[in-house]
């Protein structure tokens, strides 16, 4: 249902098991940058009516999720520690040229929302099934569910807003790029590295 190139090696579990409070701490910021990135939306693109609907709805979702890990990091005794560079999505941005007219920029920044979202909805179904802590990987379970919800609903307004074939060509092109991203990554304690 992804598409996404290449799958996540299951090992990259085993990093994560090691270092819960370090993943728990970038997962947070994930959230926190994912309802950034739809504010970011709504300020840049105002109207698109629908697509402004849309992201208030997803920052406030966005937000509720930073809060669930933040509960979590806070539960476990620990306190949120600093952000890091995301090098996946640093990477995953140099993929499209930058310029263009409005609408190829919005359909570039849902292309890469889209992946993000994916990429993100790929790891928490491989922790929600590898992980030993079962509450854990129960709440990566139901996170995984939210984020298919989001890959898809950006990767819908992409087709809408640009012209179909062409999204789906740029989608298909940024989906092998990541695959030789992917090949570099998944040995540190990081969501998406």
Same mark, same amino acid.
């Given at each position: 249902?992804?598409?996404?190139?290449?799958?996540?090696?299951? *090992?990259?579990?085993?990093?994560?098991?090691?270092?819960?409070?370090?993943?728990?701490?970038?997962?947070?910021?994930?959230?926190?940058?994912? $309802?950034?990135?739809?504010?970011?939306?709504?300020?840049?693109?105002?109207?698109?009516?629908?697509?402004?609907?849309?992201?208030?709805? #997803?920052? *406030?979702?966005?937000?509720?999720?930073?809060?669930?890990?933040?509960?979590?990091?806070?539960?476990?005794?620990?306190?949120?520690?600093?952000? *890091?560079?995301?090098?996946? &999505?640093?990477? #995953?941005?140099?993929?499209?040229?930058?310029?263009?007219?409005?609408?190829?920029?919005? &359909?570039?920044?849902? #292309?890469? $929302?889209?992946?993000?979202? $994916?990429?993100?909805?790929?790891?928490?179904?491989?922790? +929600?099934?590898?992980?030993?802590?079962?509450?854990?990987?129960?709440?990566?379970?139901? #996170?995984?569910?939210?984020?298919?919800?989001?890959?898809?609903?950006?990767? *819908?307004?992409?087709?809408?807003?640009?012209?179909?074939?062409?999204?789906?060509?740029?989608?298909?092109?940024?989906?092998?790029?990541? $695959?030789?991203?992917?090949?570099?990554?998944?040995?540190?304690? +990081?969501?998406?590295?």
């Amino acid at each position: 249902m992804l598409g996404l190139k290449l799958p996540t090696d299951p *090992r990259w579990v085993n990093i994560v098991e090691k270092n819960i409070d370090e993943i728990l701490t970038d997962h947070a910021y994930c959230e926190q940058k994912a $309802a950034s990135t739809a504010i970011s939306l709504i300020v840049t693109f105002p109207e698109y009516t629908d697509l402004v609907q849309e992201m208030t709805a #997803l920052a *406030r979702e966005e937000m509720a999720h930073f809060k669930m890990v933040h509960d979590r990091i806070i539960a476990r005794g620990q306190i949120l520690g600093r952000d *890091r560079k995301d090098y996946y &999505v640093l990477e #995953l941005l140099k993929f499209f040229p930058s310029g263009g007219n409005r609408t190829v920029q919005l &359909v570039h920044r849902l #292309l890469y $929302a889209a992946l993000i979202e $994916a990429r993100s909805c790929e790891r928490f179904r491989l922790l +929600s099934e590898e992980l030993e802590d079962r509450e854990l990987a129960d709440f990566y379970q139901k #996170l995984m569910v939210s984020e298919a919800g989001h890959y898809t609903l950006f990767l *819908r307004f992409a087709r809408q807003y640009g012209d179909r074939a062409e999204v789906d060509k740029k989608w298909n092109a940024l989906l092998e790029y990541e $695959a030789e991203i992917m090949k570099n990554l998944g040995t540190r304690e +990081s969501i998406h590295g």
